[in-house]
């Protein structure tokens, strides 16, 4: 009996031991995958001058843009008399990043050496393996327009205690305060769309406007209104201190009274006194009305977050599949007619100046269809400013980058949850960062959202949020035991079985997996391929386009019926009013690895499900 017993202790003991373990892995995994931006890593404050007058940095060209363009290459040529393997160039902008620039925040603590963090950064002997004998390499280095000037410094001693050793000439854009990287987004009304951009004009400057009409028709001028931010608009380190960088001004147009799927032509302006500015021309097609039938596709992730194209900031592998997913969206463009990023943007965790990296890279895409967002983690978090999870994620941004830089139709962008409609589609889209529980103001946002739609003429519809506020079997969740966010499912699914949700799609999770259709943690129906006739419950879907991947739990549930730990997007296709096609396709190919077709008719919505329709009739 001891023995037994011995051995029960034994057994359960090594059981406690493990579950510890994967706990612990869980949450170092989650605070290693989802928390870390590249340049955190560089304890900028503790730079040093150690300038060599034997080392330079040259820059050339040193002037960009000069046929108009927002995005350049640059050579970057340095030498060091005493080079080592962790020798780095950094790129700075603005060009003086000196003591001389730091805001006197505490007035009796001196200043450090240096006080804002390169925009990027990469090692001496990326492209150079002979650095470390002959001193001597090159870097070719993508710049964007960013309303300022950039120069090159050169340090050695790693990132932890950097020692500055040569910085180069200035470099510059011909125009640095010239319109850049439009991004669209479906107005209010479903005949609506709004232009969002930046430039460096403030409106004392210059009169910001679109001009714009029918592709070969008449051309005309809407205005637009103009917001920025400061320092004391963000809530913390690094936002306020190392990763602050002057945003600009961002300006949103509202073009009214669209035709219907015509196509139009724009142009961003800035009227300076009696000259112009302009950027390039674009174009986009107008949306179908509510419950229009004609083909609709719309792709949706999250977490894709942004990459360098020559190859800087990644050493540590943070967001590997970005770009892979923005060539494989602007390749199929063609066939996309709205695009939802459904959180965690672009990761700048505070660095200010990533968030012109990321409307840059996603310029081809949201310049020419409607680019919604949803409020994530590393957008909005920070203790004591009312988000659901008091944590660091945003890096002190408190959802007010995504707020001013982005349009959504929000009654409130503070309260970044809001509805809006595709032809045959509605989208209600919440904000995971914000209290969701019954009987809150966003519950009741969510049940409007869903009660109102007219299933007759929008017979798609679909719940977005970050977190996955219904089912995932991410190891972080497993660990848990929740499976999804904790309390979300019993706040939430009676609302998606009640009004019968087609399918709930999330990010957070940074890998892809599809659920049956399910309620209260059971399969509604046993089919995997393709649905027809009533729907029985709601298809959960998470999954992330482009940040390091999240591990799966080894524990087999009877709902998941498709995993791939690999990133990826979801295209939907609604063929008409009965039928639409769900696809995932990976970032690195484009092709399809999963997919489901529904199949119902109006009469299949109507008819009662478990909860769908009151328990009790007058006919019972």
Request: aromatic share 14%.
């Amino acid at each position: 009996m001891h023995f037994l017993f011995g051995m029960f202790v034994g057994i359960r003991g090594l059981r406690m031991i493990m579950w510890t373990i994967l706990l612990v892995l869980a949450i170092l995994h989650r605070a290693s995958s989802h928390g870390i931006q590249p340049l955190s890593r560089i304890a900028i404050h503790k730079a040093t001058l150690a300038l060599d007058n034997l080392a330079y940095v040259k820059a050339s060209p040193t002037v960009l843009g000069l046929n108009g363009q927002n995005t350049e290459w640059v050579t970057v040529e340095y030498s060091s008399p005493n080079p080592s393997m962790d020798d780095w160039i950094g790129v700075f902008s603005p060009a003086n990043f000196s003591a001389s620039t730091c805001p006197a925040e505490n007035p009796r603590v001196y200043p450090p050496l240096l006080c804002s963090a390169p925009i990027k950064f990469q090692y001496a002997n990326y492209t150079s393996p002979d650095y470390k004998v002959n001193g001597k390499g090159s870097l070719k280095l993508q710049l964007i327009n960013q309303r300022s000037d950039f120069s090159f410094a050169l340090f050695s001693n790693g990132f932890l205690n950097p020692k500055l050793v040569a910085v180069s000439n200035t470099v510059s854009f011909a125009n640095p305060n010239a319109p850049v990287y439009p991004c669209l987004a479906q107005g209010k009304q479903w005949d609506e769309m709004t232009v969002t951009w930046t430039s460096g004009y403030g409106i004392d400057e210059a009169e910001p406007f679109v001009q714009w009409g029918p592709k070969g028709g008449h051309q005309q001028h809407s205005p637009a209104v103009t917001l920025t931010f400061d320092r004391s608009s963000v809530c913390g380190a690094p936002a306020r201190t190392i990763g602050w960088r002057d945003p600009g001004f961002i300006h949103t147009s509202f073009l009214k009274e669209l035709w219907l799927n015509r196509v139009y032509t724009y142009k961003l302006g800035h009227r300076l006194f009696s000259t112009y500015v302009w950027s390039q021309e674009y174009q986009f097609r107008a949306s179908p009305f509510p419950g229009q039938n004609s083909l609709q596709r719309v792709v949706i992730f999250g977490d894709m977050g942004k990459d360098e194209a020559d190859g800087s900031n990644e050493y540590n592998n943070f967001q590997r599949g970005s770009l892979n997913a923005t060539k494989q969206l602007i390749k199929d463009l063609k066939n996309i007619d709205i695009v939802f990023h459904i959180g965690d943007i672009c990761y700048a965790n505070g660095y200010i100046s990533q968030w012109d990296q990321f409307t840059a890279q996603i310029e081809p895409i949201a310049s020419a269809v409607p680019y919604m967002l949803a409020s994530g983690n590393h957008e909005r978090d920070w203790p004591g400013t009312g988000s659901f999870y008091e944590n660091n994620d945003s890096g002190g941004e408190c959802g007010v980058l995504a707020e001013t830089m982005f349009f959504v139709p929000a009654e409130n962008r503070a309260k970044y949850w809001y509805s809006t409609d595709y032809g045959m589609f509605r989208f209600c889209i919440a904000d995971s960062e914000h209290d969701w529980r019954e009987g809150t103001e966003q519950y009741k946002f969510i049940e409007h959202c869903l009660a109102s739609v007219d299933r007759q003429k929008q017979p798609w519809l679909v719940f977005l949020a970050h977190r996955v506020l219904g089912y995932s079997s991410d190891l972080s969740y497993a660990v848990e035991g929740s499976f999804g966010e904790p309390m979300a499912k019993e706040n939430l699914q009676k609302l998606w079985q009640k009004y019968k949700v087609d399918i709930a799609i999330y990010g957070h999770a940074h890998n892809y997996e599809r659920t049956c259709p399910i309620y209260e943690n059971q399969c509604t129906d046993n089919e995997k391929r393709y649905y027809k006739g009533t729907l029985k419950g709601t298809i959960h879907v998470a999954g992330g386009a482009g940040a390091s991947l999240s591990p799966f739990t080894t524990l087999k549930t009877k709902w998941s019926l498709f995993r791939d730990y690999d990133y990826g997007f979801i295209k939907l296709t609604a063929f008409d009013h009965s039928n639409l096609l769900f696809e995932y396709k990976k970032s690195s190919d484009g092709k399809v690895y999963d997919s489901f077709r529904i199949s119902r008719d109006y009469r299949d919505i109507l008819a009662c499900t478990v909860d769908s329709c009151p328990l009790t009739t007058l006919a019972s």
